[in-house]
């Protein structure tokens, strides 16, 4: 008989958000991240979404919003998939005995079987709660296994903001104020001479690298990750490839670094679309002899666990999300989509001097943005970046929004590039509505006038002010 108690009365969570959800820009700026609400009124992002699904939100007026951001790429198959809704139904209705801390539930254990045959030259998986998370584990992991202290990462990267993977950081702007943090030393993606230079230290316990880095997209120039392999085993290091934003088919291949022929990380860190846009999971994978170092004795069992690891909600979602990606060939579809995207805006390259490049793969995208050749166009471009690097990138994400219903992101501070990483189940109609609206802003912003540089003559004083 079940013992299950009936909910109280007391709470009622549709009437606590229409009586309060209008107050969501002020309980913000007065309980949490003050700036957050600040940032969106600054640039005209201070939307109320009543509603989403699948790769669209809607708003108060009933007005669609297509996205290309994927809640940083948490929502790999949308908003809301029927599936992971029902898996999680399920699970909370199954009534399991979950977390007891001492017993083996058995969905983890599927969980890993099944992520496992999408790297089968990797045994066994740790799940935590989220992709900085990942990378802690695998960090601790790394310096266990090879007895070594050092880690090595590359200029750029982001692998998270916890303090160890806050370590392995290269972008300055979140590192500073942070310090002392660990003794980890940075190498440029691709410099495979500077990548043996630290090697030869012989302190290092291992690599962590994007396959392709998410502030600015750039990719792994070909052959570096194979050649950076054959160096760290040679040295007796590991290769740690973070697919926390690249993994689950976001660059038309299960994991990014599967591009590559004869590439074998030691770990590998997911997180991110595994969680269906539900339930905050992340998860290391790694090689037997690595795990078993470090679980070594029974007296070590809990050396390393995470209170809410492997919650059985986490662990649902995982599965059904597997499942949605097998049923609905999602690893195919991001490919061809990505392929479609990023041919037809590669094709407005000669068309606008503003547009230096498209770059990516699948449907991680990067569009990058520089110095016009005509002397009208180049005098506005200098005072933009006179004041600040990256704001040209903004004028065009935020008429994007306002006028066009689109939201996208710049890819990261200081830098003349949008990044797209849409929802793996958009296709032909999205692409359509994307490039025709990118073309709209790119008409504008090359027409020389217009609201789109008075919006940019009001992020230059923005700018200035907080300097």
């Not at 599967?258 to 590998?268: C, F, M």
């Amino acid at each position: 008989m079940s013992t299950a108690r009936p909910p109280r009365s007391g709470f009622d969570l549709a009437a606590l958000l229409a009586e309060r959800g209008a107050e969501r820009y002020e309980l913000h700026s007065r309980h949490l991240n003050h700036q957050l609400p600040r940032m969106l009124r600054t640039i005209g992002f201070d939307k109320v979404y009543e509603r989403a699904e699948g790769a669209y939100f809607w708003d108060t007026e009933g007005q669609d919003y297509l996205d290309m951001l994927a809640g940083f790429g948490v929502m790999g198959l949308g908003r809301h998939h029927p599936v992971v809704r029902q898996a999680l139904h399920d699970v909370l209705d199954a009534q399991l005995a979950d977390l007891t801390r001492f017993d083996c539930p058995p969905l983890p254990g599927l969980l890993a079987e099944r992520l496992l045959r999408y790297a089968p030259h990797l045994d066994r998986v740790f799940f935590g709660n989220s992709g900085t998370e990942a990378v802690e584990t695998a960090l601790k992991f790394a310096r266990y296994a090879t007895g070594r202290r050092r880690m090595l990462y590359c200029s750029h990267a982001f692998h998270g903001l916890t303090t160890g993977s806050l370590s392995v950081n290269g972008e300055e702007g979140f590192r500073r104020g942070f310090a002392p943090l660990l003794p980890d030393t940075a190498v440029e993606l691709g410099d495979l001479a500077a990548l043996e230079r630290e090697l030869k230290r012989g302190d290092v316990a291992g690599f962590v690298v994007e396959p392709i880095q998410g502030k600015g997209v750039h990719t792994a120039p070909p052959g570096f990750l194979r050649a950076a392999q054959e160096l760290l085993h040679r040295h007796k290091a590991l290769l740690i490839a973070d697919e926390v934003q690249t993994g689950l088919g976001r660059t038309g291949t299960f994991f990014a670094y599967q591009h590559e022929e004869g590439v074998e990380p030691d770990l590998v860190c997911v997180a991110k679309a595994l969680s269906g846009g539900y339930v905050p999971v992340g998860a290391t994978l790694g090689k037997d002899w690595i795990f078993k170092k470090v679980y070594s004795a029974m007296d070590r069992v809990l050396v390393h666990s995470a209170s809410f690891g492997s919650n059985a909600q986490a662990m649902a979602a995982g599965l059904a999300v597997l499942a949605v990606m097998e049923d609905e060939q999602i690893v195919e579809r991001a490919r061809r989509t990505g392929d479609l995207l990023r041919t037809r805006l590669a094709a407005l390259v000669d068309r606008y001097e503003m547009l230096h490049e498209v770059r990516g793969r699948g449907l991680m995208i990067g569009i990058e943005f520089g110095r016009p050749r005509s002397l009208g166009l180049r005098s506005r471009w200098t005072m933009l970046q006179a004041a600040r690097k990256g704001l040209f990138a903004q004028m065009v994400v935020v008429p994007l929004l306002q006028r066009h219903r689109i939201l996208t992101q710049v890819s990261g501070d200081h830098l003349e590039v949008i990044k797209l990483i849409p929802p793996l189940i958009i296709g032909e109609p999205e692409v359509e509505r994307f490039v025709a609206a990118f073309t709209a802003v790119m008409d504008e912003a090359h027409a020389g006038g217009g609201l789109m540089w008075e919006f940019g003559r009001t992020l230059v004083k923005q700018a200035v002010a907080n300097r």
